[in-house]
Structure formats: C-alpha cells, structure tokens
Nanobody, 127 residues
Framework: QVQLVESGGGLVQAGDSLRLSCTTSGRTFSSYVMGWFRQAPGKEREFVATISNSGTTTYYADSVKGRFTISRDNAKNTVYLQMNSLKPEDTAVYYC????????????????????WGQGTQVTVSS
C-alpha cells in the first residue's frame, strides 16, 4: 500500500507561483509513474502533468504547458509541481497519484490508470 500526502497549496494572486509537493510512503517510489490532476468545483477531474519513474520523461496538459513543471526526487520519495504565472482558472483541488511503471520511460495521462491517490490540496488563485 502506498500513501501519498500533498502539501503546498494556498491562496495566491494571479501571476504568482506555488510549488506543490507530494511525499509517498514505502521504499519503491522509483518504481512508480507519478501524476498530478486537479478538480475544480462542478467540473470533472482533469490531467495536469505526469512524470516517468526515472524522471526522464514528462508530459503536460496544454492548459499548463510552459507554466507548470513536474519533477521528482526519488531519494526523497517526493514529486513536485512548480506552478508559475498562475491564473484564476487554475483554481482547483490538486491531487497527486501513483501507478506502477510498465517500463522506465512510461507515463500516463489517464486518471483511471492510477492506483493510489493523495487527499488533495487546495489551490486558489484570485484575480
């Protein structure tokens, strides 16, 4: 069983930055593909970013490309989401998720593919 705990959310103004962190339990973090998803009120959960287990491959939703950066530190069992130039439409609960990697370069944008989820952290961007 893998437990994920997100942190770093908060209330910021448009144009500000935030860095989310997601720390996992267990000793096999480097075996997991990690993803960030978000859910705004009244909307479905949507993909934000994903990173392969080795950290060599990343993929982003078009809406955040160029503004958000996903990274991981396997020694610290932690994945990060650096969010710059935040917009009011980025307001949502952000979730990190994990799944066993099928190979070293794989990643996944489908939420239903992930086996483990954190409790979420609220990000609110005011205009």
């Amino acid at each position: 069983q893998v437990q994920l705990v997100e942190s770093g959310g908060g209330l910021v103004q448009a144009g500000d930055s935030l860095r989310l962190s997601c720390t996992t339990s267990g000793r096999t973090f480097s075996s997991y593909v990690m993803g960030w998803f978000r859910q705004a009120p009244g909307k479905e959960r949507e993909f934000v970013a994903t990173i392969s287990n080795s950290g060599t491959t990343t993929y982003y939703a078009d809406s955040v490309k160029g503004r958000f950066t996903i990274s991981r530190d396997n020694a610290k069992n932690t994945v990060y989401l650096q969010m710059n130039s935040l917009k009011p439409e980025d307001t949502a609960v952000y979730y990190c998720a994990a799944k066993i990697a099928s190979d070293s370069g794989s990643y996944d944008t489908e939420s239903r593919s992930y086996d483990y989820w954190g409790q979420g952290t609220q990000v609110t961007v005011s205009s």
